[in-house]
């Protein structure tokens, strides 16, 4: 009998003793956790968006030429080209090679997307913190102002923006900076709410009184205390707005506001040059690019959103409770089991 009641034991500590490090990593736990078509989707989502990534990386190795190359060895390309050998995806109507500009445009892509979220958060994050702490006229300025610019449009926002940082166009890296920063004004506004919501929650908390008592001057409790709490939930905000970025970015390019064309390869500008193509069968020059948007997009927000659920645990259990114990996620951190009331008291 004690034998069992030793078994029993063991294996309880076994359920409720905490992952390894690895596992503890954000997705690799939050895979492990998934279920059933969220399981899928995170899956399809990852695998697409670590595509895009690598292609952007390693892209002067996988594109056979320069983005603003017009000749080959045998002379130059041509324009309009149908795909061939020399060219497996045909060539534009400016006589761009078709591939390379899709994998040139990834990186294009990619460098905008972590130049704006990384301006986005720094900016966004610390208004938050400083509105949601201190409170009080500074506050409510910052709320108004943040609420007056989240409720603009968000395209026309950015092409007013672009305008009036680089006149419309710029080369590469003044371009990247331009989208960047016209993208980062759209995205402040959200990290500002979020922090703010969560800051104003947590500087009620019994350990930030503890910290006043003790003397931690403001700078110590927001950096150490009230910061680490409130930034939980950014990286689900973080994979959406990615996604939103390619396609502002890509807008943009469409509309003409972007990056110029000898500076960088990017999706937007191909599609506005390729958009009289398709009234004259010529598909490759428009089908491609268009392409490459929706899947890098697809392929972030199903991470997003895979992430989005997965973040609430109650949701998390329903889904493995209905697919049943079996497949059910056996390393849930002990904060999950408190927001879903324990043990099932």
């Known amino acids: 009998m004690a034998e069992s009641t030793d078994t029993t034991g063991r294996d309880a500590d076994a359920v409720v003793a905490r992952p390894s490090r690895w596992r503890r990593l954000p997705l690799i736990r939050q895979l492990r956790q998934s279920v059933g078509l969220q ?13 895009f990534v690598l292609t952007a990386v390693f892209a002067p190795l996988l594109a056979p030429f ?47 997307i972590l130049v704006a979220i990384a301006l986005s958060i720094f900016v966004g994050v610390l208004l938050g913190l400083v509105s949601g702490y201190f409170g009080g006229w500074l506050d409510r300025v910052l709320v108004v102002v943040a609420d007056a610019v989240y409720a603009f449009p968000s395209l026309l926002l950015a092409i007013v923006m672009a ?16 989208a960047a920063i016209s993208i980062t004004v759209i995205f402040i506004p959200q990290y500002f709410r979020v922090v703010r919501a969560e800051t104003l929650r947590i500087k ?38 990615a996604s939103e970025a390619i396609l502002t970015l890509a807008g943009l390019g469409f509309l003409g506001f972007g990056i110029e064309p000898t500076a960088a390869a990017e999706w937007g500008y ?16 428009s089908v491609f690019p268009g392409l490459a948007i929706v899947l890098a997009v697809l392929g972030l927000t199903l ?20 697919v049943g114990p079996e497949a059910a996620p056996t390393d849930l951190e002990p904060t999950d089991l408190e927001q879903t009331g324990g043990a099932s008291s």
Do not use: C
Not at 206 to 232: D, P, Y
């Open 163 to 178: 305008i009036v940082i680089s006149g419309g166009q710029s080369d590469l890296w003044g371009g990247i900076l331009a």
């Open 66 to 112: 320069e983005y603003g190359q017009l000749r080959g060895p045998d002379g130059p390309f041509g324009a309009q080209q149908e795909p061939s050998a020399d060219h497996l995806l045909g060539t534009t109507v400016g006589g761009y090679d078709v591939l390379s500009r899709v994998i040139w445009g990834s990186r294009t892509a990619l460098l905008v």
């Open 270 to 285: 191909d599609l506005n040059k390729a958009v009289s193509d398709v009234t004259s069968g010529i598909w490759w020059t």
């Open 39 to 51: 399981r899928g989707m995170l899956v399809a989502g990852l695998v697409i968006s670590t595509v």
């Open 303 to 322: 991470v997003g959103e895979s992430m989005n659920d997965l973040a609430d645990p109650r949701l998390r259990t329903r889904r493995a409770a209905d």
């Open 204 to 241: 009620s908390e019994a350990f930030v009184e503890s910290a006043r008592v003790i003397g931690a001057g403001h700078v110590r409790i927001m950096s150490r205390h009230v910061l680490r709490n409130a930034t939980r939930t950014l990286p689900l905000i973080l994979t959406l707005n």
